[in-house]
């Protein structure tokens, strides 16, 4: 289960994604992965989660980015098999 903050602040980053980033992103950086940083709306585009995620903690290392996948519904995809 995830905090209240930890929610709002991803709520905050998908809201700037969708009116902000998406249009200028989806096109030429579709798979990639982007952090944003909520509070000041900046972001950082990266070939990893890793990466991005430390670029924002490097320019923001108080605050909580969050980190999505450019063009997809989910940031990482976990499977699995029952055996």
Same mark, same amino acid.
């Given at each position: 289960?995830? @905090?209240?903050?930890?929610?709002?602040?991803? !709520?905050?980053?998908? &809201?700037?994604? %969708? !009116? $902000? &980033?998406?249009? *200028?992103?989806?096109?030429?950086?579709? =798979? $990639?992965?982007? #952090? /944003?940083?909520?509070? @000041? =709306?900046?972001?950082?585009? *990266?070939?990893?989660? %890793? #990466?991005?995620?430390? #670029?924002?903690?490097?320019?923001?290392? @108080?605050?909580?980015?969050? /980190? +999505? $996948? /450019? =063009?997809?519904?989910? *940031?990482?995809? +976990?499977?699995?098999?029952?055996?």
């Amino acid at each position: 289960m995830i @905090s209240e903050r930890t929610r709002a602040n991803a !709520e905050r980053a998908r &809201l700037i994604y %969708d !009116e $902000r &980033l998406r249009a *200028a992103l989806e096109d030429q950086h579709a =798979g $990639r992965f982007v #952090a /944003v940083e909520p509070e @000041s =709306g900046d972001y950082f585009l *990266a070939d990893t989660f %890793d #990466a991005a995620a430390e #670029a924002a903690q490097v320019a923001y290392p @108080s605050r909580l980015p969050h /980190v +999505m $996948r /450019v =063009g997809h519904a989910a *940031a990482l995809h +976990m499977g699995g098999a029952w055996l």
